[in-house]
């Protein structure tokens, strides 16, 4: 598989020397000419000089064959930038990091549903340690077919949740109301600007995507490449 990263910060590389140990194929892209220098040497990856929010640095990245376009700058507005650009070029997956928590739902809205928050994981993966619980039980649940999926709900499909009208295959699990956890009856009227959390099996994404969509969706399949 393919990965280009936008930003050699240290996430970027830390992540990067791993894929590139189990055999994948990687692309740094930095604007700092000086980093890539440093870097070269000791990672044995691609770079490309350049700011990686511009659509014709991401186009030399080659979006056809590229499994996972993440974008990892210290600047969030440059990564939301970046993963929208490179939606649009037709990267496979978008990942993009922000560290403004508050930015989370303005990415929901603009389709960019791969989003990390490295300080709120981390501080609730150790919380969670200091209380004994084990971090990791919840990604062993979802698992098989099961996915997840989000969405910002419109003033449009504003309706109690019975009649949102999922498909088969699809259930809510729960919703947060500016930024308060909710576990919603059928009963329940959800609300414009409430986000909620559906698990579905694999297979009811794209009609989740076509139902609830608020950008264009990212493509899930991976390419073959020319020989």
């Not at 210290?74 to 939606?87: E, K, T």
């Not at 070029?89 to 791969?114: A, M, N, Q, W, Y």
């Not at 947060?176 to 909710?182: E, H, P, S, V």
């Amino acid at each position: 598989m393919r990965a280009v990263f936008v930003g050699a910060s240290s996430l970027s590389v830390m992540s990067a020397r791993l894929l590139v140990k189990r055999g994948h194929e990687v692309v740094i892209i930095e604007r700092d000419k000086a980093v890539i220098d440093a870097l070269t040497p000791g990672l044995d990856c691609g770079f490309l000089h350049g700011d990686g929010a511009r659509p014709g640095v991401l186009r030399e990245a080659d979006p056809e064959h590229t499994d996972f376009l993440f974008c990892l700058t210290g600047s969030d507005q440059a990564n939301i930038i970046a993963s929208l650009v490179g939606r649009s070029l037709g990267f496979g997956s978008v990942v993009t990091k922000i560290d403004d928590p508050e930015l989370e739902h303005i990415c929901l809205e603009l389709g960019l549903r791969s989003t990390i928050i490295p300080s709120r994981t981390i501080g609730r993966f150790l919380a969670d340690m200091f209380e004994g619980h084990d971090p990791l039980e919840v990604s062993a649940m979802i698992r098989g077919e099961a996915r997840v999926f989000s969405f910002v709900v419109q003033q449009a499909d504003a309706a109690p949740v019975a009649d949102i009208g999922l498909p088969s295959g699809a259930r809510i699990v729960c919703a947060y109301r500016d930024a308060k956890f909710l576990l919603p009856d059928p009963d329940t009227a959800l609300r414009a600007g409430d986000e909620v959390i559906v698990i579905a099996q694999r297979e009811q994404l794209a009609a989740l995507e076509e139902r609830f969509g608020q950008g264009k969706p990212e493509k899930q399949a991976k390419r073959e490449r020319p020989k």
